[in-house]
């Protein structure tokens, strides 16, 4: 792609270089692994020659379904088995459209596995002459809760969520994460439950304790 253009903090050298990147955010504080690119540009057509609005909204919407089909058919490749999808978005932004994707893997996400993803992303979206950016980025230590499942995987993790309406007073909260119950999400604080329905749920993400996480280390030292 000619007019491809990419932002790629490659991994620092030196004896850390080889270790997955989130391993080094962890204890470095370094940024995740990201990576932006895309095609870029002006309009893909002047004003005199441009689109009628109902066959740019159909080209728009046949774009959006082949990011998102090419995506979510990632996992299922073994090139790219063990990749977790967590999020996407698309939406227009000046002239282009601006696509994310949020991912993870056991054991964190690279550069290189970040530049495979955008690789195949930008192979499949290769037919559409409209500008487009593509970023993507490792779903971190405090990565996201997306979807219900999430919230039993995480059992036992702290998290934050926060709700669109009030609940006990607040609309952010902080606990132990407990599973589902119905269609409640249960947050376990201060000896007490604290129910919060799905269908409230503006975010929710992971909350990484240092300190526990060490703790668990240790505990996993002597358990030895």
Known sequence: MDRAQRENAAPPGGPEAGKPAMDR?????APLPR?????TGGPAHSAEGSQPEAESLQTQSLFTESFERVVHALPHQPEFRGVEIVATQARRSHGATALGVTID???GVDVATCERVAAR???ALDAFTDPYTLEIESAGLNRPLTKPADYERFAGRDVRIVS????EGAKTHRGRL????G??????REGKELPIP????KSANLEYDVRADLQRAKQREKNR
Not at 178 to 181: A, I, K, P, S, W
Not at 198 to 201: F, P, R, S, T
């Open 25 to 29: 955010a962890q204890r470095n504080g």
């Open 35 to 39: 990576l932006l690119r895309g095609r």
């Open 105 to 107: 893997r056991e054991g």
């Open 121 to 123: 992303i930008n192979a």
């Open 164 to 167: 669109t309406l009030p609940i």
């Open 178 to 181: 407990d599973g589902v119950r």
């Open 183 to 188: 269609t409640n999400v249960i947050l376990a």
């Open 198 to 201: 799905l269908a409230v749920i």
